[in-house]
C-alpha cells in the first residue's frame, strides 16, 4: 500500500510566498511548471490537471487561488485557519477536504493539517503546521505517468495515503517505548517520571485518536459516496486507504488499553509491596512485644516479686524469651510474611 517511505524530511522548499509546487500534467506527465495566476488557463484545457502545492499561504494567495478556481468562500475560510476538524465538504462539482498529520517532535506527537481542493482539472494541497513535505508524493506519482495520468482522484488517493502512512512511524516509537514500560512495571512500582510520561503519552494518543477517527469517515465517503471527481474505478483504492485507517485506530486503542493496564498493575504493585513491608514490621513488632513484655514485669520496682529467689529465674526467662521468639519468626516466616 505505501506510496513513498515514511521516513522523509518534513519539510520541502518553500518559496516566500508559500507556493511549493504548481505543475501542469497531461496523461501523467508534466509538461510545465505555472504561476499561480495562469492556473485557470491552463485547467481548462482538455486532459490537462493543475497540481499545486502550498504551504501556510497567506489570504492573497488564497484570494487568487480563488478567483482561478472558483473556490466557495467558506473552504478558502477554513483553509486560511488551522485547527480544522478532519472533513468531507461537497461544493457543487468540487471537494473540500480536510485530514490532521502526525508526526514525531522529540518525546511528543506534532500535529499539522492539510486541506485539498479537488475539482475538474485540478487539486491544490494546503498544508500547516507539522507535515511532512508532499514532494515525495509528486516525485513517485511523477513516475509513473500510467497511474497519474487516472487524474485528479489519483492524487488526492496518493496524497491521503502518504498522510496515513506517516501515522506508523510515530505508533511505532510509541510502541516501543510502551512495551519497554510495561517490563519495568512489572519488576517494581513506577516511579514519578514513569507516570507523567505515561500521561503524556496517552493525551498523545487521545490526541492521535481524535485526529484519525474521523478521518476513517472521510475515506468512508471518498469509497462508497457518489462524490463528484471520483471515479468508480478508485474506489478500491480508496477502501485500501479506509482499511489502514481503522489498522491505525485499532492500534491506537489497543496501545491505550495497554497504558491503562499498565497504570493499573503499577498501582498493584505498589499496593503488594506496601503490604508487604506493613507485614513485616506487624511482624517483628508481635515478636519484639514478647521480650518486651517479659523485661517489663521483672522491670517493675515490686519490694515482694514472685520467683525473685530463684536460682535459675533469669535463665529460664531468657529461654522463654528465645523459644517464643523464635516460634514467631518460624510461623511468620512460614506464611510470607518474612
Known amino acids: ?73 467558506l473552504a478558502i475560510e477554513d483553509a486560511d485557519h488551522a485547527h480544522q476538524r478532519p472533513k468531507i465538504e461537497q461544493y457543487g462539482d468540487a471537494l473540500f477536504i480536510v485530514a490532521r498529520t502526525a508526526q514525531l517532535d522529540g518525546e511528543s506527537i506534532a500535529f499539522g493539517e492539510t486541506h485539498l481542493f479537488v475539482g475538474e ?15 515525495p508524493v509528486r516525485e513517485r506519482c511523477e513516475s509513473c505517468p500510467r497511474a497519474l495520468a ?24 510509541i510502541q516501543e517505548e510502551v512495551e519497554t514500560m510495561e517490563a519495568e512495571v512489572l519488576a517494581s512500582a513506577m516511579t514519578r517520571a514513569q507516570i507523567e510520561r505515561l500521561y503524556l503519552l496517552r493525551r498523545d494518543l487521545l490526541r492521535l485518536r481524535n485526529a484519525v477517527g474521523p478521518l476513517v469517515e472521510v475515506c468512508r465517503r471518498l469509497e462508497r459516496d457518489n462524490l463528484p471527481m471520483v471515479r468508480e474505478t478508485m474506489r478500491p483504492l480508496f477502501r485500501d486507504v479506509t482499511d489502514h485507517v481503522r489498522t491505525i485506530q485499532e492500534r491506537i486503542d489497543s496501545l491505550r488499553e495497554v497504558l491503562a493496564f499498565a497504570f493499573e498493575a503499577s ?20 515478636i519484639i512485644a514478647i521480650p518486651t513484655a517479659l523485661a517489663g514485669i521483672y522491670g517493675m520496682n515490686f519490694k515482694h516479686m514472685p520467683e525473685l529467689e530463684w536460682e535459675y529465674s533469669y535463665f529460664v526467662v531468657m529461654g522463654l524469651m528465645l523459644v517464643a521468639c523464635g516460634a514467631l519468626f518460624w510461623r511468620f516466616r512460614r506464611s510470607g510474611w518474612l
Open 150 to 173: 487516472r487524474g485528479e482522484d489519483y492524487i488526492l488517493y496518493a496524497i491521503l495515503d502518504f498522510i496515513v502512512d506517516n501515522y506508523s512511524p510515530a505508533l511505532e516509537t
Open 1 to 73: 500500500m505505501n506510496l513513498v517511505s515514511p521516513n522523509v524530511a518534513t519539510s520541502g522548499p518553500v518559496s516566500s510566498d508559500g507556493v511549493i509546487a504548481a505543475s501542469v500534467y497531461v496523461e501523467g506527465r508534466r509538461i510545465a511548471n505555472i504561476a499561480i495566476d495562469e492556473a485557470a488557463s491552463w485547467r481548462n484545457k482538455p486532459n490537462h490537471v493543475v497540481w499545486i502545492g502550498l504551504h501556510e499561504p497567506d489570504m492573497t494567495l488564497l484570494s487568487s487561488l480563488q478567483r482561478q478556481f472558483q473556490l466557495h468562500d
Open 121 to 135: 482539472g485540478y487539486i491544490v494541497s494546503v498544508r500547516h503546521g507539522a507535515s511532512t513535505s508532499y514532494t
Open 267 to 286: 498501582l498493584l504493585v505498589g499496593q503488594a509491596q506496601e503490604t508487604a513491608v506493613s507485614k513485616k514490621l506487624a511482624s517483628w513488632l508481635a
